[in-house]
């Protein structure tokens, strides 16, 4: 079987982004302002297209990824790897949300819309949405995981992974210090979150494995480790291509939800 090689990078959010909250365009001067509704439905965005572009998010047809309070209201882009927000999530509108992700205007080159769709989101309910697929084959989708985050035993901490490596022809299984949790992962699909034992303060972290289903060789580095804390749900992305070289390698990566 061939070997991939996993390439750990942690999940960074782009500099002109600011983390848990909803950016909207005020009526008079179009300018952007941050508010935080007392109700709606909580969301995470993730760009997962390897050989996509920096993009910029749009909910309603108003600008959300990233916050500028000076006119005009450009919102943020984020580029392959990164979230929004980094920290918790957004919340917005409950209902049907129109979601349109555009590779912004650059020079004499307009504004491009690469993924438009509703996504029905409800109150008080969170949820990932990640731009998955192919620029180069022109196949890109929005993955939508509503993300359970209530812990049925608060003593221990939470895990899953997310499968996005867009020519994945096989499923991945997680394990956690040696012992598997999870199995059986393929594209565009999400485990349920597991529940792991929390590490005492001050322990080490222990490491995280990643196989191809059915196989024993852990394709992750020895170094990819998780310092779980009671209560936390985290995730664990898997990304890139299989046989992808460079910033298309396929790599893991994780992250805290709640």
Known sequence: MKKFQFITKSVLLAGTLCAGLFACIGESNDQLTIVTPASGARVKFHHMVSDGPGV???????????????????PGVITYGNIYPSNDYATIDAGSAKVEIVVPASGSTPQTSIISGTVPLETNKYYS????????????????????????????AYIRIVNTVVNATTGYDLGFNGNYLISNVTYKKASDFVAITPLATGASALPLQVRVNGTTTNLAPTNFTLSPIKGRFYTVLLRGRVGGTGTQALSMASIINR
């Open 56 to 74: 910029s998010i749009l909910v309603n047809d108003r600008p959300f990824s990233g916050v500028l309070t000076v006119a005009p209201a450009t």
């Open 129 to 156: 949405v990640f731009a998955v697929g192919s620029a180069a084959t022109a196949s890109l989708e929005p993955l939508v995981i509503e993300d359970k985050l209530t812990p049925s035993d608060t003593s221990k």
